[in-house]
């Protein structure tokens, strides 16, 4: 099971970005799907996850109205478009799955549990 994310640039402040993260070799299925970040010195955090198969999101207040998670119909990638970046945005990005909605804080697989995380990709938002 692999993930493979891409997108990730260098942008201005109020630039967009889309993210994408391509499943190789399965399909995500019934799987919920997150994006997460970790910024230079922070530790990672959730962004987003979106559900399978009723494709409800959930996004953490710093990018609601401003990123927007989605899948494509063949469930084999999942996409985050980011619009009206912020420096504060700049992180690397994950994806990973399954991705559990916690307290209004997305997990994604810890250790050994069922799932996996794909390589960041670094988005970098200048001022």
């Known amino acids: 099971v692999q993930l493979q994310a891409s997108g990730g640039g260098l942008v201005q402040t109020g630039g967009s970005l889309r993210l994408s993260c391509a499943a190789s070799g399965f399909t995500f299925g019934d799987y919920a799907i997150g994006w997460f970040r970790q910024a230079p010195g922070k530790e990672r955090e959730g962004v987003s996850c979106?559900?399978?198969?009723?494709?409800?999101?959930f996004y953490i207040d710093s990018v609601k109205d401003r990123f927007t998670i989605s899948i494509d119909s063949a469930k084999t990638t999942v996409y985050l478009q980011m619009n009206n970046l912020k420096p504060e945005d700049t992180a690397a990005y994950y994806c990973?799955?399954?991705?559990?909605?916690?307290?209004?804080?997305?997990?994604?697989?810890?250790?050994?549990?069922?799932?996996?995380w794909g390589q960041g990709t670094l988005v970098t938002v200048s001022s």
């Open positions: 979106i559900s399978n198969p009723d494709g409800t999101t």
């Open positions: 990973a799955f399954p991705c559990t909605v916690v307290g209004n804080t997305p997990y994604g697989p810890v250790g050994t549990d069922f799932g996996s």
